[in-house]
């Protein structure tokens, strides 16, 4: 990724195909994403890359329940494989008091 006089960060193309980093850091507990990354041609980054390297990742997995810090941090042309409120509706307790409060 390169960013531009702008400051909008833009992928390397290779071969005419865009680079993508996938971040499966300690939050990526299963290794067949990980797997499935390599296999689609994703550059993996890793735990322990620089914070600069991981701030610049094309998409990020997180296998924990604890993502609200990935959204404070994310840019607009990221994505992320949760989304904000999910654990409203991904928890059984949590849907069903929502349920109870639409009623």
């Not at 850091?25 to 620089?50: F, H, N, P, Q």
Request: glycine share 4%; hydrophobic share 40%.
């Amino acid at each position: 990724m390169e960013t531009d006089k702008r400051g909008i960060q833009e992928s390397r193309q290779i071969a005419g195909k865009e680079t993508i980093t996938f971040l499966a850091g300690d939050a990526c507990r299963y290794s067949v994403v990980r797997r499935a990354a390599i296999k689609m041609g994703w550059t993996l980054i890793k735990e322990d890359a620089s914070e600069k390297i991981k701030k610049r990742c094309s998409i990020i997995w997180v296998d924990t329940s604890d993502v609200n810090d990935y959204f404070l941090t994310i840019r607009p042309w990221q994505r992320i494989n949760h989304f904000p409120g999910m654990t409203n509706i991904a928890r059984k307790t949590r849907l069903a008091q929502n349920l109870e409060f639409m009623r």
